[in-house]
Nanobody
Framework: QVQLVESGGGLVQPGGSLRLSCAAS????????MAWFRQAPGKEREFVAAIAWSTGSTWYVDSVKGRFTISRDNVKNTVYLQMNSLKPEDTASYYC??????????????????WGQGTQVTVSS
């Protein structure tokens, strides 16, 4: 079983930045891709960004392109989400997830095998 632990959330003013981290651990960690999703109160969980573990290829939802950057550290088994120019509409609980096998549907919640507990991001003045 893989454990995913997110950190780095908090309260930030509009236009500010945060960096989320997600550390993966377990008996054997093997992943095709890792991703960040977010869920605001009363809304469905939505895809934010994903990264292929071996190639570093990345995918983003249109609303965060140019503002968010996903990256990974293969040695530390950690994925990051650098969030710049934050907006109030970015407020949500952010979850990391891992997909073990090849998939072409990395924007889908259903494709992921393991999830972290989430970290809250609040963008407000």
């Amino acid at each position: 079983q893989v454990q995913l632990v997110e950190s780095g959330g908090g309260l930030v003013q509009p236009g500010g930045s945060l960096r989320l981290s997600c550390a993966a651990s377990g008996r054997t960690f093997s992943s095709y891709a890792m991703a960040w999703f977010r869920q605001a109160p009363g809304k469905e969980r939505e895809f934010v960004a994903a990264i292929a573990w071996s190639t570093g290829s990345t995918w983003y939802v249109d609303s965060v392109k140019g503002r968010f950057t996903i990256s990974r550290d293969n040695v530390k088994n950690t994925v990051y989400l650098q969030m710049n120019s934050l907006k109030p509409e970015d407020t949500a609980s952010y979850y990391c997830a891992t997909r073990r096998e090849l998939s072409v549907k990395l924007r889908s919640v259903a494709e992921y095998d393991d999830w972290g507990q989430g970290t809250q991001v609040t963008v407000s003045s």
